[in-house]
Nanobody, 125 residues
Framework: VQLQASGGGLVQAGGSLRLSCAAS????????VGWFRQAPGKEREFIAA?????????YLDSATRGRFTISRDDAKNTVFLQMNSLNVEDTAVYFC??????????????????WGQGTLVTVSS
């Protein structure tokens, strides 16, 4: 499985971005795809995940759910992360990852087997 994350860039505080994660290769129809981020000097942090099969979603917390939305386009084998009301604390490298067996949702990065290369999001004040 190869994952290609894209859509990052520079945005002003209060703005929006939509990240994409395109999958190729031997993708699993029951996989769970997650988005993580890592800011400089900080640990990688879970944001949200979605089941390719059911479309069920999981967010880090209610505050994240209120600003970020994860979705999928099955025809394009792509998962999106819509990010609204961005602030400087959202500046990070954003990664998508796949948990191929899809048995359960997890917020732990160790449960995801395949990772994209990351896309940088910079929010200016």
């Amino acid at each position: 499985v190869q994952l290609q994350a894209s859509g990052g860039g520079l945005v002003q505080a209060g703005g929006s971005l939509r990240l994409s994660c395109a999958a190729s290769g031997r993708t699993s129809s029951i996989a769970i795809v997650g988005w993580f981020r890592q800011a400089p000097g900080k640990e990688r942090e879970f944001i949200a995940a979605i089941s390719r099969n059911s479309g069920r979603t999981l967010y880090l917390d209610s505050a994240t759910r209120g600003r970020f939305t994860i979705s999928r386009d099955d025809a394009k084998n792509t998962v999106f992360l819509q990010m609204n009301s961005l602030n400087v604390e959202d500046t990070a490298v954003y990664f998508c990852a796949e948990n191929t067996n899809g048995r359960s949702f997890s917020k732990s990065s160790s449960d995801y087997q395949y990772w994209g290369q990351g896309t940088l999001v910079t929010v200016s004040s």
